[in-house]
């Protein structure tokens, strides 16, 4: 297990590294300095999109189009992002992009997933607060696949995928069609302060019950993952075991940050969360840097734990791994 644990780890390093050529150029530093999407409720959000960066430096205001799109300038600011529509008229909805370059549109749904993945406390004050740690990459992804399950039957009759569909990065518009569409069917309401959520149909009031803990095992939102014969520890003898294993995470430093591809593994053993950090320690002998381990989720069925390796370039300085591993029951 220690042996692929490292090689897990080089793979995951050598893509961020190929990913963002952050070592030879800054022309790809200078080609990420936005975040666009869409904010919607259906009907476009006529108000003002923020972004918050996880120095909790913020952006400038910007209006949002007629049509509810938005670009924000986030030159200089380093992810993870949270992002906020303040209307002129309504409710204040949330979102977030792990890296500038990206498209984050804020919806009641995007609103919701966030709210799943911060345990239902109070994005209000998770914003005010930001520092890139109050919900995580991971955290989002397993909310957003919650999010889908519980409107499985919604997204069908809007023709959506929700075993695939990604509520925060895939672009739409404010027209009444596809994920709009389910926009102006429902009614969801987030209450931050009691923790709860409803949701009702709107043409006929019907409630929808939310689960929180709703069965996702056939959904995920990511389409990034990478196949048996991708990975590239198949020259050596891995454990056998019944987990799948995602690896998400960031590489930041002063001058950049960027999202290391989403590398994932199937038919492992699962590490105990006493076991992390001994795991991890042994594979940094002799490496300059510190490194943190965090359990995150240890159940039988779901592990999940938070790495962050931090050491320092010549060129740039201070540099940040930072990875979550989730091993989920197959």
């Known amino acids: 297990m220690k042996i692929f644990f490292k090689l897990v780890l080089m793979a995951i390093f050598t893509l961020s590294l190929a990913a963002c050529d952050i070592f030879d150029s800054d022309s790809d530093l200078n080609s990420s300095d936005t975040i666009s999407g869409t904010a919607a409720t259906g009907a476009p959000i006529d108000g003002y999109v923020y972004v918050v960066d996880k120095n909790g430096s913020p952006s400038d205001a910007v209006a949002t189009a007629s049509d509810g799109s938005f670009i924000v300038e986030v030159n200089g600011m380093v992810g993870p992002f949270m992002i906020k529509v303040e209307p002129n008229n309504g409710t204040t909805l949330y979102s977030y992009a792990e890296a500038a370059g990206v498209i984050a549109n804020i919806t009641p749904l995007t609103n919701l997933a966030l709210f799943t993945a911060a345990n239902r406390k109070n994005l209000a004050t998770i914003y005010d607060a930001w520092d890139g740690t109050g919900i995580t990459a991971t955290e989002i992804k397993v909310a957003k696949a919650i999010v889908n399950a519980n409107l499985v039957s919604n997204l069908t009759v809007a023709g959506i995928d929700s075993t695939t569909y990604d509520i925060f990065a895939t672009a739409f518009n404010a027209d009444s069609t596809g994920i709009d569409a389910v926009l102006d069917s429902l009614n969801i309401t987030v209450d931050f302060s009691g923790g709860t959520v409803s949701i009702a149909n709107v043409s006929d009031q019907t409630s929808i019950a939310f689960n929180f803990a709703i069965n996702t095992n056939n959904t995920d939102t ?78 039988e069925s779901h592990k999940q734990f938070n790495l962050k390796f931090t050491g320092t370039d010549p060129t740039v300085g201070e540099v940040i791994y930072d990875l979550t591993y989730d091993y989920v029951l197959q």
Not at 287 to 294: E, M, R
Request: proline share 6%.
């Open 222 to 299: 990511s389409d990034n993952s990478t196949s048996d014969s991708d990975d590239p520890t198949v020259d050596v003898t891995i454990p056998s075991g019944n987990y799948s294993l995602t690896v998400t995470g960031s590489i930041s430093s002063s001058l950049f940050s960027t999202t290391i591809p989403e590398v994932t593994f199937n038919d492992l053993p699962a590490p105990n969360a006493a076991d992390v950090e001994e795991i991890a320690n042994s594979q940094y002998t002799g490496i300059s840097g510190t490194i943190t381990t965090t359990s995150i989720i240890d159940t």
